[in-house]
Each structure stands twice: as structure tokens, then as C-alpha cells.
């Protein structure tokens, strides 16, 4: 089975700054992953499908990279409503990875 | 737009029994795969189960096959989950999701419902 490991648990940055969070699969997974924003008490909200295409109204800060077993998603500046959880999912397996937060330092 | 509403939810003792609605709008419901994602609190997403756009193929986590049913009806336009012999473990919120491409069912999901709650307590 495929597991999914997010790297860091935790990522604590200021508004501005650039966030990097990876995403790596125990095998390869070609380019079948998909990245999710969460903010607290909401709904997940898609960002990015395989691997790099960004979901309607996204804004182009977000981006995401990687093919294989490492994926990166990144936001180039962070704005306040940027400040959520933030989770990898493989395609076809549905199974998702255990989340990264990205925290206001 | 495209919306998607779920109801059911509640609290149910151990051992018993719930069913999930998820009421659809906004888009063509009968041509896109639908799936059930929990989250249970504080905790990340977990898939539960998917089912195709005509209903022909289901899936589910291992943990809740046996127990769990997937279906729709097209002409309500609503999706349904059936949760039996519910464990504590069960708890969780239960957000229906629909798949991003057409008669497909392999993801990522690009709407979300808000969610129901659903707590397996005595």
C-alpha cells in the first residue's frame, strides 16, 4: 500500500514569506496527486491537480511541482487567509497524507 | 452554482444505525463520481468510499466494508451513505465530495459539502 508523508507536521512563517511543503509517496505515483487547503471549520477547498494544475480561481501563488515519489506545493507569499492545513492526495486510491499546518509565527 | 448538502448526521449508540443524504446541485449529477470523506476531530481526511457516475462500481476503505453502503439516486440528485454496526471509531465528520472529471471516479474532488457530524457514543 501507498502511504503519503507530509513533511513538516507543522511550518511556522510570517505573512510575505514563502511556503514550501512536500509531499512524499512511498512509490512512485507518476503525477497523480492532488493538494487541499483546509482552514479551521471549513470545508477542504482543491488547489492543485496532478501535480501542478492549479484548480479554478486559485490564485498563482500557489504552485505545485514533482512527478514520482516528491511533490512540492508552494506558496510564493503568504496572505493572512493563506494560514490553514494543508493536505497531499493520490489519485485513483484516494488516500490522503497526514496534513502540513502552516501556522502564523 | 455548484452545491452540495449534507444531513443526517447525529448521535447513534454503538452498534446502530444512520444513513447520510448529500443533496445535489449546480451541475449534472447523474454524469460525475461521488465519494464520502470523514474527518474525525482534530484529526486529517480519511476517504470512505466512492461510487461511479451510473452506479455500477463502489469502493470502499477497508474499515468500513461490510458495514458501510454507497448509493444515489440521479433522479433526487442525492447520494447516500449507510452507515451500520457504527463504532466509536466512526466518529467523525462526514463531508461529501464531487469528482473533478466527468465519468470519473478517480479524484482529486473539487466540491465539497460542509459536512455533517456523526457521534458513535453510549
Known amino acids: 500500500e501507498i502511504v503519503l508523508t507530509q513533511s513538516p507536521a507543522t511550518l511556522s512563517l510570517s505573512p510575505g514569506e514563502r511556503a514550501t511543503l512536500s509531499c512524499r509517496a512511498s512509490q512512485s505515483i507518476s503525477s497523480y496527486l492532488a493538494w487541499y487547503q483546509q482552514k479551521p471549520g471549513q470545508s477542504p477547498r482543491l488547489l492543485i491537480s496532478?501535480?501542478?494544475n492549479r484548480a479554478t480561481g486559485i490564485p498563482a501563488r500557489f504552485s505545485g511541482s514533482g512527478s514520482g515519489t516528491d511533490f512540492t506545493l508552494t506558496i510564493s507569499s503568504l496572505e493572512p487567509e493563506d494560514f490553514a492545513v494543508y493536505y497531499c492526495q493520490r489519485r485513483d486510491y484516494w488516500l490522503f497524507g497526514g496534513g502540513t499546518k502552516v501556522e502564523v509565527k | 452554482q455548484v452545491q452540495l448538502v449534507e444531513s443526517g448526521g447525529g448521535v447513534v449508540q454503538p452498534g446502530r444505525s444512520l444513513r447520510l443524504s448529500c443533496a445535489a446541485s449546480?451541475?449534472?449529477?447523474?454524469?460525475?463520481?461521488m465519494h464520502w470523506v470523514r474527518q474525525a476531530p482534530g484529526k486529517g481526511l480519511e476517504w470512505v468510499a466512492v461510487?461511479?457516475?451510473?452506479?455500477?462500481?463502489?469502493y470502499y476503505r477497508d474499515s468500513v466494508k461490510g458495514r458501510f453502503t454507497i448509493s444515489r439516486d440521479s433522479s433526487k440528485n442525492t447520494l447516500y451513505l449507510q452507515m451500520n454496526s457504527l463504532r466509536a471509531e466512526d466518529t467523525a465528520v462526514y463531508y461529501c465530495?464531487?469528482?473533478?472529471?466527468?465519468?470519473?471516479?478517480?479524484?482529486?474532488?473539487?466540491?465539497w459539502g460542509q459536512g455533517t457530524l456523526v457521534t458513535v457514543s453510549s
Open positions: 496532478d501535480a501542478s
Open positions: 465530495a464531487k469528482d473533478l472529471s466527468l465519468y470519473d471516479t478517480g479524484g482529486p474532488f473539487d466540491c
Open positions: 461510487i461511479s457516475y451510473d452506479a455500477s462500481r463502489k
Open positions: 449546480g451541475f449534472s449529477f447523474r454524469t460525475y463520481g
